[in-house]
């Protein structure tokens, strides 16, 4: 990275360069209230931006420094501890609750910014803010047992937030806000997928497993029984086992595996 002073008269110069496929492109700096400066470097298509097509204020404040990371350390994923760390966590959230347009977001994309999964959107959004909100979508929609679908178009964010909680299952959240979501009979399992084949059986063999640890086992020891016991049980994980293995397998449905027979399951058959 090279740092070159231009004066005011030169920057229109400079800046057509960096609209032309040279592979070249310049941000401008603040340091100087007087004189422009410009930061010059050779990038990739990606790492160039024309910033008039920029609507977020936020990102407006924050590409100069992604760009700067990213030719620094290889990404633009810088840590959290930061003003300009501070700044990519709200970036996450205006994507998910959508308030990025879809050029800034392939630019995001392209340059290798990281947004949160779904089951992110959980860690990082406010439980009491979230819950409030599905309880307002709940009563202005009585008949939806907390169906609220991924891509809501009302509230963007309670869409993720709700299928993060359930790609995560009850054990994998705080216990304090898996118990407030069962007191007003949260479904954890979306209707969208309750028919299907695999949610029949995982739904039922997550019953049994209550029940047997209620009887005094452990999960471990209830799933090592019911495998070793029944038969369709056996071939349903080393059918699982054969699309893991593929790397053809769904982020959701590893959750699901993992939620139910542990992040070792793969070694159970």
């Not at 231009?6 to 960096?18: D, G, T, V």
């Not at 810088?78 to 392939?106: D, F, M, N, S, Y």
Request: charged fraction near 25%; hydrophobic fraction near 40%.
């Amino acid at each position: 990275m090279k740092l070159l002073g231009i004066s005011s008269a030169a920057l229109c110069l400079f800046m057509a360069l960096a609209t032309t496929a040279n592979g070249f492109a310049i941000i401008p700096s603040s340091s100087s209230s007087t004189s422009s400066s410009v930061l010059f470097y050779e990038s990739s298509s990606a790492d160039k931006l024309d910033n008039r097509f920029i609507v977020s204020p936020v990102l407006q404040q924050v590409y100069p420094k992604l760009l700067e990371w990213k030719q620094e350390y290889g990404h633009p994923n810088i840590p959290l501890g930061t003003p300009e760390g501070r700044k990519c966590a709200t970036l996450r959230r205006l994507h998910i609750q959508q308030k990025l347009t879809q050029e800034e977001v392939e630019w995001l994309q392209d340059l290798g910014f990281l947004f949160h999964s779904l089951e992110d959107v959980y860690e990082h959004a406010d439980f009491d803010d979230l819950f409030e909100r599905l309880m307002d979508y709940e009563a202005r929609h009585p008949e939806s047992n907390f169906q609220v679908p991924k891509k809501c178009a009302e509230d963007p964010e309670l869409g993720a937030w709700v299928t993060g909680l359930r790609r995560l299952g009850a054990d994998k959240v705080d216990p304090k806000h898996a118990q407030q979501l069962n007191n007003v009979g949260f479904a954890w399992f979306s209707k969208s997928k309750c028919g299907s084949k695999f949610m029949l059986q995982y739904k039922a063999l997550t019953q049994l497993v209550k029940e047997m640890e209620n009887d005094g086992k452990t999960k471990a020891e209830a799933i090592q029984i019911i495998i070793a016991e029944d038969p369709k049980v056996k071939a349903l994980v080393q059918a699982q086992k054969q699309i893991e293995a593929k790397g053809t397998m769904s982020e959701t449905r590893m959750n699901y595996m993992n939620q139910l027979f542990g992040d070792e399951w793969t070694t159970l058959v």
